[in-house]
């Protein structure tokens, strides 16, 4: 009997864990509604987003390091200080229309969305051929740092790779290609 009620005591405790750590991670990553879809029994239910996971009005700056070209993207400082949500951006320092500058930022988060993933310790040979930084508004936030790699075997497939993550995401080589040259 005392058995019994030893291993009760010990389930509930490790449901109350396994929760909590549920419940920690949702407030930590709170669901964005303009990526939730609903599912047949009306449960909301959040899309994947792969690996660049960013609400695009947090962009404050975007830098491209590739093999064939590079470029900066950032939000003009006067803007950045009044209101993420308007003013104007800067490319390579010359003013660019905010339409293409959300445009850009929409295609680079897009970018890992589709393709397939694998993890990142099984790449052979992999060769960095860029790094794309993006920083984020907020006082705290580190930049984000990726780093594009190809294997020397397979080089039509670019693999997107982020620090701490174990996982390396598939790209579009013609997507990753045609914002490398965009300027």
Known sequence: MHVKKSIGVTVCLLLGVILAT??????????DPARETMAANGERIQESTGIFQWNDKEVRSV???GRNQSWIL??????AEESMLRG???LNGSELPVSQA?????KLRELGKDGGTRRASTLSHEVIVGTITVTLSGLKREPEVYLIAVEPDHPEQVWVLRSGDPLAYLVSKDAYLELEQLQ
Request: charged share 35%; no cysteine; hydrophobic share 35%.
């Open 22 to 31: 549920l419940t920690v991670d949702r407030e930590a990553n709170p669901p």
């Open 63 to 65: 830098e491209w390091e």
């Open 74 to 79: 950032q939000r003009e400082p006067a803007a």
């Open 88 to 90: 104007g951006w800067l």
């Open 102 to 106: 959300e445009s850009r930022i929409r």
